[in-house]
């Protein structure tokens, strides 16, 4: 199965800029879609389609999708965005295709 | 504006089944994806499968293959996700989750989900 390898933490300081990267065999093939999770709270949506953000995602974050990594990008780093972050694409490399989701990746404001 | 809300939490005995239910209102149900993702505690989001309602079409993870049956009544809104043989490794926080859909190569992708349930607890213990 496909599973998107993301690295378990990132940290950065405020009014920086945060990369959480999704890495995996031709993602950039993929569409994949990005969650974040607060503590006690359910997953919200911050990008669809590796680069499209939904109304409510702040304009700081960005999105891209190439070769073997698709990255979210947070500028201008706030503590309120301090969260779980998790990618998902659909896989379908095998003869049974499904969801995988990333590992997460836990962003630290400093 | 869509809201999903599921069912209370379960304590269930190993062995065992529970049926979870996750109720649309405000907004559409049956042209979208119901997919039902678990979290155990501590750890990350895990599909178990969903359902296209609008089809009657569902899909399980193969993880869950034999174990998940998942089904939704458009008449009410409602989908459900039903776990048997319960283990205690299934004791985790069940999200069900509306999201995009698209014609595959002979196949339903799921893609993107933009509403998530309150998310319902599931306890396995003897």
């Known amino acids: 199965s496909y599973v998107p390898t993301q690295p378990p933490s990132v940290s950065v300081a405020p009014g920086k800029t945060a990369r959480i990267t999704c890495g995996g065999n031709?993602?950039?093939?993929?569409?994949v879609h990005w969650y974040q999770q607060k503590p006690g709270q359910a997953p919200v949506v911050v990008m669809y389609?590796?680069?499209d953000r939904p109304s409510g995602t702040p304009e700081r974050f960005s999105g891209s999708n190439s070769g073997n990594t698709a990255t979210l990008t947070i500028s201008r780093v706030e503590a309120g965005d301090e969260a779980d972050y998790y990618c998902?694409?659909?896989?379908?490399?095998?003869?049974?295709?499904?969801?995988?989701f990333g590992g997460g990746t836990k962003l630290t404001v400093l | 504006q869509v809201h999903l809300v599921q069912s209370g939490a379960e304590v269930k005995k190993p062995g065992s089944s529970v049926k979870v239910s996750c109720k649309a209102s405000?907004?559409?149900?049956?042209?979208?994806?119901i997919s039902w993702v678990r979290q155990a505690p501590g750890q990350g989001l895990e599909w178990m499968g969903g359902?296209?309602?609008?089809?009657?079409?569902?899909k399980h993870a193969q993880k869950f293959q034999g174990r998940v049956t998942i089904t939704a009544d458009d008449n009410t809104s409602t989908a459900y996700m039903e776990l048997s043989s319960l283990r205690s490794e299934d004791t985790a926080l069940y999200y069900c989750?509306?999201?995009?859909?698209?014609?595959?190569?002979?196949?339903?992708?799921?893609?993107?989900?933009?509403?998530w349930g309150q998310g319902t607890t599931v306890t396995v213990s003897s």
């Open positions: 031709n993602i950039g093939r993929k569409s």
């Open positions: 998902q694409v659909w896989d379908s490399s095998t003869d049974h295709s499904e969801v995988a």
């Open positions: 989750a509306r999201g995009y859909w698209e014609t595959g190569t002979g196949d339903y992708h799921y893609n993107g989900m933009d509403v």
């Open positions: 389609y590796d680069s």
């Open positions: 359902i296209i309602p609008i089809l009657g079409i569902a």
């Open positions: 405000g907004g559409t149900f049956s042209s979208y994806a």
